[in-house]
């Protein structure tokens, strides 16, 4: 049996109160794409699972001010359908598309996918290269993090999914001269972990000539979700020509520090990748920033 | 009424229950009393087995038996060669790891699962092998020590013609080094069945197979009863593709019907699916290759090692059938052939969609294009000037029958694929520009033929049973086919009901194809060899012919009778006896009918990353005469996506025997965003006349040439040669890179 209790929680209050009461005993789900896996292979054990996904507006997508603020329980689908996102934040949406399968993209989540902390996660990715933050809510309160400072080690996160829960994340939408871009290759098309992918974000000056402040992020290249700041340093305040192209995808390169796997690929190969998908990236973000 | 039914695209007579759900597969199956049943699997590739402590196991409430080798009257089967043990005993050694130690029975599935982590297995590590080559050296740790010292199971020779003559005469020569990979048969449906002792206290089994007869003899032989106290019966079946002519499940239900005397039901994971069954054997191909300047082959030179695996299996007869297509559907004068396979402690290896004719081709084709272009000569011309035709005399010394189809596929597909004859020569069509500037296109053919029914003298036949059921006019009410061919989801069922109600003059809802049982209906030898279309189809054919002239007497004679029954045992070699080889030269009769395809793949390869996209692929398949033209489309599209599984991204994988390919998200197949966006299928109709209304068999022959193809074309493309499959991104980057080593490709 995968679990005891199954509760439905109706407000986040409920969920915190719930786990709480089961004293590291539960667990959070929400699309269970991986949490279903771990337990079926009793990597996990649980006594009771807190669904989150029946809490009002936890799965909205919606524009405040300049931020755009996604709900925790908001799937890939709707991320990819968004032309919110596909528009202000375009990193995200073709990270959303690339996820699993459409199953799996109709019930996995932006949030579960963070959690689960896996270094080539296609959400965490492109939120590292929106400089997003999460709102985590537990006992004490509800406090917003970046999300960057929620990894320690591959599918170990600063979240703790039996006692607190991320109810939102926010980043700012991209204003004018500013894009970003998404590649990812895996052994197929897809329902495979990507052999490398990467997120790009650019701010470019009015003229279009001159890159003002970039994002460069790279998965699976160190134990958590890469941001290449090497890489970012060599483009920051440069003009756009393909001598600043090659030194920051050379910089990403050096960098990374890419690991042989018997099933995805060898380093070389991998670094290979970085070198060709970062550009490309780089290439597409740049373009779409000019308009 | 227009009653002609053959060459008709009517839905399949299955369609209903499968889309609606209501068709049973094994696992579907349960009874009331039913134990749950888990096996204990070897955790060594080559280990012996000291001892075997089930007392742990056994003391857990709800187990009711451990099963080991003591309860196993004979503990030993193979469908060919009974090399295997059914349960290790202790003494004995497990050879791979999916050897059995003991099948735990409980109450509960979970009960089960917990038991079987409670066998304590004392072994002994032996040292591994699992490079064949290796394995066939002196001093290699022996597999079966039983058998002597040597781990070569077989060694086939050809001998046709003096290689040295051939060789003298030719003005170019080509060589490869070809590798194919160890490929999992990736069925839908893991194993699982129930087995229980039926009213008539006959052992039972049901389960997916292939060829449930064959089982029972078997299972006769494993439980030391006669065959009729044996029953097997075969539900739905989601897949075989070969991976279901042996047996992995089926004697073990038996067994723990026979100890337990209760219902036992057995449901495999994905995981032990994928890990502890058989698969196609990978081949290690040296070929050298001579032609004359205007393109006319000379001479080969071959030698093919197939890794074996731990067991037989049908590593004998995969052998000699692809040794008889080492070198390809062509005219060559002169050929000296050499097969072996041997044994290792990797996974057995067995029968999968093309029993030996599906790596060849990546070689022998290769090789074709290879010397295409050191002649400069069109791919297609070249092909033309040595495929076989009807009599030309193979590579076996024997005279090619009736029907052979190859250049038809050939040339269908060129000019589909936009090719153009001009002058009597051949010219490749432009492929237009790719579609971004790292990424170019290239065109590749492969042209593949493979026999259809049992080879080398091996009698197959099928026997059938009609039953009419007339009606008061003397008309045909109702027909019933009792034939033990098993339906593994190609749609025999659906063909054979063609080919009755076609023979009967009646509509295809009159026909209905009983039950696979073996208890209800007789021997129909196995779904493989791409030959129920043609032996059972000929002896329903047959049956019914019978049946019918029957009628035509009850009416003659008007005695009222209102029930007519005919039985007909087809035999191949009826048509044409094949014969084995001869020792020395190889020479022989080896196949009864072939069937013949050609593809052409047109691919776009991404300079930067190596990924290569198949955009648009033709398939042509001769196949005599289209029972059920969507059914040949469907088995096109099937055969097209495990071909292109198998060139680009299939890999079982294991590393010291053992496995690190572990389910389907370790081992890929392709998705259907991985396939061609078009598939032009284009069905030739070259009949054979042995066969019933001219047809031959098409499952496996479409998935023989797809891999070549897309190879072919990835060197049009680019200029290199891929010797080891699969062609995944980072190989094909690789060699790339080795082209160019400076590592720009422009």
Known sequence: MICEEYILASTVEEALAALASLRGEGRLIAGGTDLMLQLQRGERSVRCLVDITRIPGIDEIKLEDSYIIIGAATTFAQIERSSLI???APVLAEAASWVGSPQIRNVGTLAGNVVNAQPAADGSIAL???????????????????????????????????????????????????????????RRKALSLPIINVGVRVLLNAEGTHVRDVRICIGPVAPVPFRAQQAEAALRNRAIDEDAITEAVEAAVLESKPRSSLLR??????????????????????????? | ?????????????????????????????????MLHAKVVWSEYPHARVRRIDTSKAEALPGVVKVITYRDVPVNEYGINTKDQPVLIAEGDKARWVGDRIAIVVAETEEIAEQARH???????????????????????????????DTNILHHFRIRKGDIEVGFAQADVIVEGYYI??????????????????????????????????????QIAHMLNLPADQLREIVPAVGGAFGGREDMYIQHLLALCAYVVRRPVKMVFSREESVMRTGKRHPFYLRHRWGATRDGKLTAVEIEGISDAGAYASTSVPVLANATSFFAGPYVIPHAKIDGYTVYTNNAVTMAMRGFGATQPPV?????????????????????????????????????????????????????????????????????????????????????????????????????????????????????????????????????????????????????????????????????????????????????????KAKLQEVLR??????????????????????????????????????????????????????????????AAQDVGQAVNPDMVVGQVGGGVHMGLGYALMEEFIQQEGLVRTRNFAEYQIPTILDMPREIVPIIVEVADPTGPYGAKGVGEMTTLPTAPAILNAIHDATGIWLDRLPATAERVLYHLRKLTPEGKTE
Not at chain 2, 120 to 142: H, S
């Open chain 2, 1 to 33: 009424m227009d009653t002609r039914v053959i060459g008709q695209s009517l839905p399949r007579i299955d369609a209903w229950e499968k889309v609606t759900g209501q068709a049973r597969y094994p696992g579907d199956f349960s009874m009331p009393g």
């Open chain 1, 265 to 291: 690929a060898g380093k070389e190969y991998r670094r290979e990748l970085i070198r060709v998908l970062t550009r490309r990236a780089l290439l597409r973000a740049i373009a779409a920033a000019r308009g």
């Open chain 2, 118 to 148: 409670l066998v304590e297995v004392d072994y002994e590590p032996l040292p591994v092998v699992t490079d064949p080559g290796e394995a066939m050296k002196p001093g290699a740790p022996l597999v079966h020590d039983e058998r002597g």
């Open chain 1, 128 to 186: 590292l290269t929106l400089d997003a933050e999460a709102e985590i809510a537990n006992l004490t309160g509800r406090q917003w993090v970046p999300v960057a400072s929620l990894f320690v080690s591959p599918g170990v996160s600063r979240v703790d999914a039996s006692a607190e829960m991320i109810t939102a994340f926010r980043f700012r939408a991209h204003g004018p001269r500013e894009s970003s871009a998404f590649e990812r290759q895996a």
């Open chain 2, 363 to 547: 070689a022998y084709e290769q090789q074709m294009d290879k010397l295409a272009e050191k002649l400069g000569m069109d791919p297609v011309e070249l092909r033309l000037k040595n495929l076989l035709e009807e009599g030309s005399i193979a590579v076996t010394g024997n005279r090619m029958p009736p029907g052979v189809g190859i250049k038809e596929t050939l040339r269908q597909a060129a000019l589909a694929a936009g090719w153009r004859e001009e002058n009597g020569h051949w010219l490749k069509p432009d492929l237009g520009p790719p579609s971004a500037s790292h990424k170019r296109r290239g065109i590749g053919v492969a042209c593949a033929y493979k026999n259809v029914g049992y080879s080398f003298g091996f009698d197959d036949k099928t026997t059938a049973r009609v039953e009419l059921t007339l009606e008061e006019s003397g008309a045909i009410h109702h027909a019933r086919i009792r034939v033990g061919a098993s339906d593994v989801g190609e749609g025999v069922h659906t063909a054979l009901a063609q080919i009755a109600a076609e023979a009967l003059g009646v509509p295809l809802n009159r026909v209905e194809v009983a039950p696979l049982d073996t208890a209800e209906v007789p021997d129909a030898g196995s779904s493989s060899a791409s030959r129920h279309v043609y032996i059972s189809g000929n002896a329903v054919l047959r049956a019914c012919q019978e049946a």
């Open chain 2, 180 to 217: 194919t990979p160890h490929v999992e048969h990736a069925y839908l449906q893991p194993e699982a069945g129930l087995g229980y002792i039926d009213e008539q206290g006959r052992v039972t089994v049901i389960a997916a197979a292939q060829w449930p007869h064959d089982d029972l003899h």
């Open chain 1, 86 to 88: 596909r528009q202000r």
């Open chain 2, 557 to 618: 004679a008007e005695t009222g009778e209102r029930h007519i029954e005919a039985e007909y045992t087809y035999c191949g070699r009826s048509a044409r006896p094949t014969s084995p080889y001869d020792p020395e030269t190889g020479q022989c009769d080896p196949h009864i009918s072939y069937g013949y395809a050609t593809q052409i793949a047109l691919v776009e390869v991404d300079t930067e990353t190596g990924v290569v996209d198949v955009l648009k692929l033709w």
